[in-house]
């Protein structure tokens, strides 16, 4: 018992680190920004006091961390030791306030940008899972069971190309054919329900391919457990075999991978909001974020997915553990 | 190798003398505008059409397979050179030097989903090729470290490791000559995969307007341009095309990496 507590407290403290060393980085980024940020936004017809006023604003005229190397009088870098009056423990105070600063351009505060767009990414995220699940599980399932055959190896290559496919290429003809052609489903926007569909399914292909490989090798694996002739050998039908025995114990490592791959489609997402139109982080992150360089929308975003990322992680690997009895123990 | 890894290779070998044979291939110049002949289907003078602004898509598209041909060596190879190092160090050293790297250092890098690392540095960096090839190398070195890592720490425990230690080599003389070169062979699997990721990833970011910015003919940025609903409508086949390519050349590498995952691995070769 004590044990098991241990590993989770270690665990979350990992955790503790991780966030805090991405939010560190993520807070450093505007560093890279070749030349000066406030030159950057603003233009070159800026005049100096709109530079000064821009850069007091949003506290770009602070020093950027706890130590830097500015040019001295005599044209040299040296190290200065600059305290804890820095922007970096300004972002930090502000963060644990749950507040990531306000828009470059619009002054609007990003966390209110963020919390009005998140919904729709997790919303995206979750629907393209599902359509994943429901298309990887039964097409696994049949190639596993015709392990060898042309149903199995034509599965392999439809599979494979799925994952090929990008994105950028898959949803632009999806919005061609049901949405240009057919006129069945939304394409552009999120006015109702069934635009979430196309991008959803464009989101999901790669990782029903992805699935589909796996639960493949799952049911390979699981149908030469002793168990399965046992549950045959009392008469059990196959259908009962494969979906009740094996897919039972089978579905342990999809559950992992399903946790790591609900990152891959944050990521995604960005650009298959892009494709649709779908106002999500992704397309905050896009459109309003990286296309009018308003650093602080860029930072938000990038930390509102990379923390969710690291917690859906997390939460996989504790799910997991419960899961699977045999990790508790070790 | 498989017959899938064999058709992959001819794909492989097609790109790359594609690329390299660009200016004899291509029909067209790849930026010069006909606005007289704009969204044309495909025909015997224009073989893939032309785009929106009457360029040749044929000639665009050969020239694409030069941008992604370079990101995807220059990604790979550098990549997998500082991931090896790393990894080496973290599985042949162990302990804290472990525990530092691979527990730590690692996972930071992994906790950015897929491309968004790239993403924000790009976006803070600005757009183009070197800085979309530096930001890829970024993202890739800990694929390959990892694994890297996982292989030095199979083989140092390996007799022969001992055997060389006994005879007094080095540690640097260890881990170069006794178990890198015994380590390396998932390296060739995971290179190849890699450079299907890095084709891809450069056609992403080049999608999202953070790559080669255009005139360029890199696929993405083709892509980018001929998929607004005007274009899809008036020719479809400006968006076919590149896609193709993409989807072709990645299919072609993960095939390459399949088979060769196969043809290294004889209890998988059975199945």
């Not at chain 1, 552009?188 to 959803?200: D, H, M, Q, V």
């Amino acid at each position: 018992m004590n044990r098991k507590i241990f590993g989770v407290l270690r665990r979350l403290g990992f955790l503790v680190l991780v966030v805090w060393t991405v939010v560190s980085l993520v807070t450093l980024l505007i560093e890279l920004v070749p030349g000066d940020p406030a030159t950057a936004v603003l233009g070159d017809q800026a005049t100096p006091e709109q530079l000064a006023q821009f850069r007091s604003k949003h506290g770009l005229d602070r020093p950027p961390f706890f130590f830097g190397l500015p040019v001295a009088e005599d044209g040299h870098r040296r190290f200065h030791w600059y305290g804890l009056d820095n922007r970096y423990t300004d972002y930090w105070r502000a963060i644990l306030h749950g507040d990531l600063g306000t828009s470059f351009r619009t002054e609007q505060p990003v966390f209110d940008l963020i919390k009005s767009r998140y919904p729709y990414t997790i919303a995206l995220a979750l629907a393209s899972m599902a359509i994943a699940i429901c298309i990887a599980i039964p097409l696994g399932v049949i190639a596993g069971k015709n392990r060898g055959t042309t149903t199995d190896n034509g599965l392999s290559v439809l599979a494979l190309i799925g994952i090929s496919l990008p994105s950028f290429v898959i949803g632009p003809m999806l919005v061609y054919v049901f949405a240009v052609k057919l006129r069945w489903l939304g394409g552009y926007g999120s006015e109702n329900w069934t635009f979430i569909i196309l991008p959803a399914f464009t989101l999901g292909a790669a990782l029903s391919a992805i699935l589909t490989r796996m639960v493949r090798s799952s049911v390979i694996e699981e149908l030469g457990e002793p168990y399965v002739r046992t549950a045959r050998a009392k008469g059990l039908s196959e259908r009962t075999v494969v979906y009740k025995h094996v897919l039972k114990n089978g579905l342990i490592p999809v559950v992992t991978i399903l946790g790591l791959q609900l990152g891959v489609l944050l990521a995604g997402a960005i650009i298959t909001e892009k494709i649709f139109g779908w106002p999500g982080l992704g397309l905050l992150l896009v459109e309003d974020g990286i296309a009018k360089r308003d650093y602080s929308v860029v930072q938000g975003c990038v930390l509102a997915i990379s923390t969710t990322y690291i917690l859906a992680n997390t939460l996989t690997d504790l799910l997991y553990r419960w899961l699977d009895p045999r990790i508790r123990v070790s | 190798m498989n017959r899938l890894g064999i058709i992959g290779i001819v794909v492989v070998v097609l790109f790359v003398l594609v690329a390299l044979l660009a200016p004899f291939i291509a029909t067209h110049d790849v930026g010069a505008t006909d606005l007289l002949l704009r969204y044309a289907p495909p025909s015997a003078e224009h073989w893939f059409g032309t785009d929106s602004t009457g360029r040749d898509i044929f000639s665009r598209v050969v020239f694409g397979a030069r941008i992604s041909l370079e990101v995807g060596i220059v990604v790979v190879v550098v990549s997998a050179f500082f991931g090896t190092i790393v990894g080496a160090i973290a599985g042949y050293y162990g302990g804290w030097v472990d525990r530092f790297l691979s527990g730590y250092i690692f996972n930071v890098f992994l906790a950015f989903p897929g491309l968004l690392l790239a993403i924000a540095l790009v976006a803070f960096l600005g757009a183009g090729l070197n800085k979309l090839i530096f930001a890829l190398c970024i993202i890739g070195w800990v694929g390959y470290a990892r694994l890297i890592r996982a292989q030095v720490l199979k083989v140092r425990e390996y007799d022969f490791v001992n055997a060389a230690r006994a005879l007094g080599a080095g540690d640097l003389r260890i881990l170069a000559v006794h178990i890198l070169p015994n380590a390396i062979q998932p390296l060739i699997v995971q290179a190849s995969l890699g450079m299907a990721g890095a084709v891809l990833s450069e056609a992403s970011l080049s999608f999202l307007g953070l790559g080669v910015p255009p005139p360029a003919p890199s696929w993405g940025v083709m892509i980018e341009e001929a998929r607004d609903l005007s274009t899809l409508q008036a020719a479809p086949h400006a968006l076919i095309f590149p896609g193709l390519a993409i989807a072709l050349t990645v299919l072609a590498f993960n095939f390459i990496g399949d088979g060769l995952r196969e043809y290294l691995d004889p209890r998988q070769r059975r199945r």
